[in-house]
């Protein structure tokens, strides 16, 4: 076959079409912009990286922007609502607990597959006349000069040079995950920090009934979160050293639920069943910049976080938020969407909640990993004092459920304009 170049113009090119990726081409769908889509797998929504069967915790926050995107409804049903969020440290006495009736909200949060997650975005896309999505394809260069007022992109449809394209766009996010291509080809730096931990799931069911509370304990081990899910079932994510995290995976049933046992106590009484289980290896990355001429980087690309809290696509998705609106205002106002001018808001409104949920992840995972007798007992303390001075709890509530700081219209379920 001989090389195909065509020259096709967009206003905006997301490469990665994962949770965070797909979800900007919603929020942009039927906006007036031309917008390509570029994902890499050839996904049937059923496999990893970004569509398995992993249990994503959706804050209030991130609920809020899909409300705003006409999506909740056909998530709602997918999904199960966290009533309550109760954190304990195993063998000490400090816990604290956050409820949805004190801060009076319909939830904290809810439970979704990333599975279902992907099934609804995916449908949803099909939707919007303004977009195109080029998959399986793999943005393999990009390229911008001074004074062309477009970037140059090549997109490998195969395997080999026959399969090239090349595309320009006025602006590229880059949503391609954690090791995003677009943050390598433009040598943009990473401060990267291996937890050496893994972080192990699977989907378990208990013998009593959940009543709506995800819980985070944290063991000499390390963290331990359940999410309620339909039923009696809950969505473990079990945080093990790498060095132990093989052993785990091999336990047979009966040996994995009961050391689980051992670990998180009886408080959904016996552990019954286990479901296949998954490993994922944990890192904390954080890019150098969130933009440059040209490209605005969102999500995982931008910032990969330790699952403890679940804040990874929760951030992710106020990116998208904010972005978007961003992007609509610039271009209303007549002006070029990729000049850096128009793109360093984007980078100062994310900036904090960036540097608060990576602080706060990491803090737990540190405080917590400790078992120095003082600090024990100081982050015991901590959790006490946290249950009962309510302005504590409550600006821990508001990080958890993505309604800290200023937000952006989408994630105070309004439409972008
Ligand atoms: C065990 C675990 C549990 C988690 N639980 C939660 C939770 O409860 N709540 C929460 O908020 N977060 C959670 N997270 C974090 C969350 O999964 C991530 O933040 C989220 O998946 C990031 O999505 P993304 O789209 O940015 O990146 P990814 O999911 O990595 O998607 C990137 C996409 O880009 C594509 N791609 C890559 N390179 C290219 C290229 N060159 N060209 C085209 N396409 C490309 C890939 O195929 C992929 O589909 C969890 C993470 C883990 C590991």
Not at 60 to 74: D, H, K, N
Not at 125 to 143: C, E, F, G, V
Request: charge should be positive; charged fraction near 20%.
């Amino acid at each position: 076959m001989n090389a195909q170049k065509s020259q096709t113009d967009y206003d905006l090119v997301i490469a990665g079409g994962g949770m965070v990726g797909a979800s900007l081409a919603c929020a942009l769908g039927n906006q007036p912009l031309r917008i390509a889509m570029i994902e890499a797998h050839n996904q049937k929504l059923d496999t990893p990286p970004s569509y398995d069967d992993r249990a994503i915790a959706l804050s209030w926050g991130t609920s809020q922007i899909f409300r705003a995107l006409g999506l909740w409804e056909r998530l709602a049903v997918k999904s199960t609502a966290i009533k309550q969020i109760h954190v304990s440290d195993r063998g000490h006495f400090g816990v604290t607990r956050i409820d949805n009736q004190e801060e009076h909200v319909e939830a904290l949060g809810y439970v979704i597959t990333a599975r279902d997650l992907g099934q609804v975005l995916y449908g949803a896309l099909s939707q919007y006349s303004n977009l195109t999505i080029l998959k399986p394809a793999q943005l393999t260069d990009l390229a911008f000069t001074d004074t062309e007022a477009h970037a140059t992109i090549t997109v490998n449809h195969g395997t080999n040079d026959a399969t090239r394209e090349d595309c320009s766009s006025k602006l590229i996010v880059a949503a391609d995950g954690g090791g995003s291509s677009v943050r390598q080809l433009l040598n943009i730096d990473t401060r990267q920090y291996d937890y050496r931990q893994t972080a192990i799931t699977a989907n378990v069911s208990v013998s009593r009934p959940h009543n709506n509370v995800a819980f985070e304990r944290f063991t000499a081990q390390g963290p331990l979160a359940l999410l309620p899910m339909e039923g009696n079932r809950c969505s473990l994510a079990w945080t093990r050293q790498n060095k132990v995290a093989d052993s785990i995976l091999a336990l047979s049933d009966e040996e994995f639920l009961r050391q689980l046992q051992r670990e998180f106590g009886n408080r959904l009484g016996r552990f019954t069943r286990v479901g296949q289980r998954s490993a994922y290896p944990l890192q904390l990355l954080k890019a150098s910049a969130q933009v440059m001429k040209r490209v605005a980087l969102i999500g995982n690309a931008a910032h990969t976080l330790h699952p403890i809290a679940g804040q990874g696509f929760n951030l992710g998705m106020r990116d998208v938020a904010a972005l978007a609106q961003i992007v609509i205002e610039q271009h209303t106002a007549g002006r070029d969407i990729g000049l850096l001018q128009a793109l360093q808001p984007y980078q100062q409104w994310r900036q904090r909640d960036h540097q608060s949920i990576i602080g706060f992840t990491d803090s737990l995972v540190k405080i917590f990993s400790n078992r120095f007798a003082p600090l024990a007992l100081a982050r015991n303390l901590g959790l006490i004092a946290t249950d009962i001075i309510p302005p504590l709890k409550h600006t821990l509530a508001q990080y958890t459920m993505g309604m800290a700081g200023k937000l952006p219209r989408l994630a105070r379920g309004l439409p972008l304009q």
